[in-house]
């Protein structure tokens, strides 16, 4: 798939997704919100910046902690989001700026902080991004990544890839733990601090939030279904006649740049 094919899924998915995505109970959570906000240690001179923003959620919970915060993103609707909750909570202290995450429009050391949710999944080289928000951040900055991860055992790993691929055709693939850890390493960070929540819902919430294609809603109940009963998927999944309850597996990797953490660290 070439990059100028998938940055269009990713623009047709999240166009949709706007208002449905940014305004879920599980997005929106305040607690996984505080504990990113805990995770990057901000001070009040620090400037942020989070990667892949969305509709700003991210950006708005560090405002209040931060000299100031900017969102980047690709897609204008999810930018117009992100705008419309800023002015709703009173806040100023941002800037939403519209471009490509995998080249930075920023000089190298430009933040203290800098952190993406939700994003590694759907990038085909996410040590690439990883490495753009290692370069943008200022030497003993922090660098957050917070994802959902996948199951160890590479079969259930590609059964739940398959099943959010079905769900979200901009999907890429969900990396382990191991691998979203090794990430770090791959572009010059130390070992991140790791600490871990769960996204908890039921499916067909899920569902009303996402824009799969005709017919593949369905495949999708079925093979959640199938899991609460065998595990397929390798995340915990609990069925009471039709209603499916899902627990997504988060991750939130934090690291300090050190002087050494470069462009030009091999991946």
């Not at 901000?42 to 892949?52: E, I, K, N």
């Not at 920023?106 to 991004?129: N, Q």
């Not at 908890?200 to 279904?225: C, H, Q, T, Y």
Request: charged content about 25%.
């Amino acid at each position: 798939m070439s990059d100028t094919t998938h940055q269009e899924r990713i623009l047709d998915q999240f166009t949709r997704q706007a208002t449905p995505f940014s305004t879920a109970n599980t997005i929106t959570d305040a607690n996984a919100l505080r504990m990113i906000v805990e995770s990057a240690a901000p001070r009040p001179g620090d400037t942020l910046l989070d990667v892949a923003c969305g509709g700003g959620l991210v950006v708005c919970a560090f405002a209040p902690h931060v000299k100031h915060a900017t969102g980047i993103d690709m897609t204008p609707a999810m930018l117009d989001r992100a705008r419309q909750l800023a002015a709703e909570k009173g806040i100023a202290n941002v800037t939403w700026d519209r471009g490509d995450v995998g080249r930075l429009p920023y000089a190298d050391g430009s933040f203290d902080i800098v952190v993406t949710r939700f994003s590694m999944h759907h990038f085909l080289a996410p040590a690439d991004v990883l490495r753009e928000m290692v370069r943008v951040c200022a030497p003993g900055g922090r660098v957050v990544v917070i994802d959902m991860y996948a199951s160890d055992d590479p079969a259930k790993a590609a059964e739940w890839n398959r099943a959010e691929k079905l769900r979200d055709p901009s999907h890429v693939r969900c990396l382990t733990l191991p691998e979203l850890k090794a990430l770090f390493g791959s572009v010059g960070l130390p070992a991140p601090h790791a600490i871990f929540y769960e996204l908890r819902d039921e499916i067909r919430n899920l569902l009303a939030r996402s824009f799969p294609n005709p017919g593949d809603d369905v495949k999708i109940i079925a093979m959640f279904a199938a899991s609460s009963e065998d595990d397929r998927l390798g995340i915990p999944v609990r069925r009471e006649g039709e209603r499916i309850e899902y627990a997504y597996p988060i991750a939130i990797l934090a690291a300090e740049r050190g002087p050494r953490a470069t462009r030009d660290t091999p991946a």
